[in-house]
């Protein structure tokens, strides 16, 4: 039974939707700004659950016995598809409704503001290659090396942009800190960016053989742990830092607030041996909750 319970909430991606809400209220809280309405959380959790559901929902054939997440999904398929129907409908409900309440905020939204969202949209787009082929071909998912890049992107846009975005719209504020709000992003990018490479770890054998020459692939697992990794993790500390010191978090706050990291590198020591795929699952996107929730509970302790 238990099992089955974490099959349903980590395969039916609805952790990821957590994900994108717990690091959304951290951006928010950390920049002590006011928290946007529970429509936008609501679609914030929505609308990645079916993105990420939409995109592995695609099994026509069962799928090979080693493959526990194709399987779920092969043998589910009538409820997946289903459930994706009920939360497509209500996600447009919450949609329709967010744009009613907020209809002046959206036509007053500048330009600036359109660019974000267009980018973001297209990245996640494209990642999955959801166009239609006879569309556009071209599939970020298939450039390996920008793999990593992208999903780190788009989740720190998660956290630091579409908050700011829609705070704009329902309240017309604007009153952020640039600069902190830039190194905060730059901490998110690079620790997203990891998380996804780490992850990777989960296809190397998979993606050696379809020649996709993701990070792992084209250095191994040791020096991607060494050489990108480990890098990458300090890079995202220093920039953490920067944006403590700027705004003189105290010493509690920083340690609360360097516990991922440093979780991060032992859990990217232990990807040296093969692990099965809800281990990847609950382990490595476990991270991106942890750090969520220790920057929540950091600003307890901020001044």
Known sequence: ????????????????????????????MQQKLPFNSLNYYLLL???????????????????????????????HKNFINKSQLVLIVLCLFLGGRLLYINFDGILK??????ISIGIIVL???????LLPK???????????????????????????????IMLKIETGATNHDAIFWTWLFIKNFMFCTVNAIIFD????????NKQLQTV?????????????????????????????????????TLIINLIPFVLTLIVSYT????????????IIDGLILVKALCGILGTAFIK
């Open 216 to 252: 792992v692939v084209k250095l191994g697992l040791r020096r991607t742990i060494f050489y990108i990794v480990l890098p990458l993790v300090i890079t995202g500390m220093i920039a953490f830092l920067i944006s403590a010191t700027y705004k003189g978090f105290g010493p509690l």
């Open 271 to 282: 990807m040296l041996k093969r692990k099965n795929i809800l281990y990847y699952l609950i």
């Open 134 to 164: 006879s569309f556009i071909k071209f599939n970020l998912r298939n450039t390996g090396w920008l793999k990593a890049i992208i999903i780190g992107f788009v989740w720190a846009c998660f956290a630091n942009v579409l908050p700011l």
């Open 1 to 28: 039974m238990g099992k089955k319970i974490l099959h349903f909430i980590f395969f039916g991606n609805y952790f990821v939707g957590l994900l994108a809400v717990a690091l959304s209220i951290e951006g928010t």
């Open 123 to 129: 990245a996640a787009i494209l990642y999955y290659g």
């Open 201 to 208: 770890i989960k296809d190397y054998p998979t993606d050696s």
């Open 45 to 75: 959790f929505l609308a990645p659950t079916i993105y990420y559901t939409y995109a592995y929902n695609k099994a026509t054939t069962k799928p090979a016995l080693d493959n526990p997440r194709s399987q779920w999904y092969y043998k």
């Open 109 to 114: 939204l500048p330009l600036i503001y359109w």
